[in-house]
């Protein structure tokens, strides 16, 4: 059972050019962080903050800062682990150092689809941890990632944390519709 990574998502938001999310979906997925202007030809430097950096193309617009600021993407590359981007219609290092340290994000229905079995990590945020009796564990609060495997932390009713490792054995179910994941607790656990 694959997860794909997606950053941490936003809060839900409701707008009336958007629509109404599902429950726990967020509107919108920041996807790079603008960091500081490089150049003389207005581009700046972004850390990636998706798994899928290849869909960050020259003429995609995406969203930027908390406004969602529509911006039209002139050009993109590849910088040691980040991206020097270029926005159309900014040209100078003064004009795009007004976008330093915010996010950029895009729509979360625009993402692509996933095979079946494989989840984003914002899909599964918020979702009720129960064992194979159906008695329900708490939620899910967080996802590490390890090496290895992913591991799911787990806030219990009483407050207190479950670790569970994103295996097989471990993650029997993911009901996305029912708002549950099931899962069978291991005697090592």
Known sequence: MKRRRLVP????QQDST???PSPGEPVFLAVGRLRR???IQGEILMD???????RL????????????EPLRLASVRDHNRERI???SGINTPEEVGRLRNLLVFVKA????ELPEGEYYHHQLLGLSVVDE??????ELTDILETGANDVYVVKTQDGKELLLPAVDEVILAVELERGEIRVRLQDWL
Do not use: I, M, W, Y
């Open 85 to 87: 981007v270029r926005f």
């Open 133 to 138: 009796s159906g008695k329900t564990l708490g």
């Open 57 to 68: 193309l020259a003429g995609k617009t995406v969203l930027v800062g908390d406004s969602h």
């Open 109 to 112: 229905s625009e993402l692509p």
């Open 18 to 20: 958007t629509g109404s």
């Open 9 to 12: 998502p936003n809060q839900p």
């Open 37 to 39: 202007p490089h150049g």
């Open 48 to 54: 990636v903050l998706t798994g899928f950096p290849e």
